[in-house]
């Protein structure tokens, strides 16, 4: 485990293969997480890759913000993202904006919610 960004709370972490996120992302957070993430992606030799806001613990439009950007990014630096995983709040909030076709949801859908 690495430790890529960590502020008020909001951790990023590359774990083996995985960008993993922590912790309540809101737009005070957002632009730094993403950068710190962003950075990570230009730089690392990995080519496969999956991104896990699993351990987000609420929905943000802020957190999906950022996970769109890491996504532009690795299509334009041909990585490979064979994962993306999703707490259960923001699978939910993926869905309401009609997200669920440009991600690949790795994790089962929660009960009704």
């Not at 950068?35 to 999956?50: C, D, F, K, N, Y």
């Not at 913000?65 to 990014?73: A, D, F, P, Q």
Request: hydrophobic share 50%.
């Amino acid at each position: 485990m690495t430790e890529l960004f960590s502020h008020q709370g909001v951790a990023l972490e590359q774990r083996g293969n995985t960008l993993w996120v922590s912790g309540g992302v809101d737009a005070t957070t957002a632009a730094a997480l993403a950068a710190a993430g962003s950075q990570w992606l230009v730089s690392t030799s990995i080519r496969e890759l999956r991104i896990s806001f699993e351990g987000v613990d609420k929905a943000s439009s802020a957190a999906l913000s950022v996970l769109l950007e890491w996504l532009r990014i690795s299509r334009q630096y041909s990585l490979d993202v064979v994962a993306v995983e999703l707490s259960a709040p923001l699978r939910r909030l993926a869905n309401l904006a009609e997200l669920e076709t440009l991600l690949a949801f790795s994790a089962p859908p929660s009960g009704p919610g």
